[in-house]
């Protein structure tokens, strides 16, 4: 398994491999298959390694025993980045790092699972970074993403959405779904529109005033 490596100006998305529960061999093919920049966080490397992945740049504040030289040389011409700053997440770092190079999308992988207060951290990133990259989280089950005010787009007859507040999200209003909100208030604890479905094929719309707005397509 491997990357094609053809970079297009950074028109197309990178791929961040993160060190979450691992995704199936063909959904991780067709991110490396569509992202010609792979950036691999930490000690991700390893298992990333393990599946013969030839990678662009590791970065990470590598704070457990790594050989890094040995890395390189595998790996080579391979960038480590040194990331020591212990107030940010390894993920925040690497979309900073992307978003300083002038990248405009990035997908997500192995960032979810096993540990869930991971799970939640790379999530709340992905919000807290919405307005300066176009970020994806994918796994076996769902595709993730941070809304903008405004989104548009078309989908299938029955495809299951999700709408999940990460914060206080009001002025909520959908159209093209089963079961549509009107200038609703969605939060943690109180509210959110899980488990709806598109009403037939075509544009959904979704908008909201304020708050941080994922929205989960999600399968069995």
């Not at 970074?129 to 769902?142: A, F, G, P, R």
């Amino acid at each position: 398994m491997s990357s094609h490596h053809v970079v297009r100006d950074k028109q197309e998305p990178a791929l961040i491999i993160a060190n979450g529960a691992m995704c199936s061999d063909e959904l991780l093919g067709q991110l490396l298959e569509w992202n010609p920049f792979i950036l691999v966080l930490d000690k991700a490397i390893y298992r990333v390694m393990e599946k013969g992945i030839k990678v662009d740049v590791l970065l990470g504040d590598f704070d457990g025993e790594m050989d890094l030289e040995k890395i390189q040389r595998e790996q080579y011409p391979l960038q480590i980045i040194y990331t020591p700053d212990q107030e940010k997440t390894d993920l925040e770092k690497g979309l900073e790092y992307l978003i300083e190079l002038g990248h405009r999308a990035a997908n997500i992988v192995w960032a979810s699972g096993l540990r869930s207060d991971h799970t939640l951290n790379n999530l709340s990133s992905m919000a807290k970074y919405k307005e300066q990259i176009t970020l994806v989280m994918h796994d076996d089950w769902s595709k993730s993403f941070c809304l903008k005010k405004h989104f548009e787009k078309w989908y299938p007859n029955n495809t299951n959405i999700s709408l999940m507040p990460l914060s206080k999200v009001s002025g909520v209003s959908t159209s093209g779904l089963k079961y549509n909100l009107l200038d609703d208030v969605l939060e943690l604890g109180t509210k959110t529109s899980s488990s709806n479905q598109t009403a037939e094929d075509g544009f959904i719309v979704i908008t909201h005033a304020t708050g941080n707005l994922f929205l989960m397509q999600c399968r069995d």
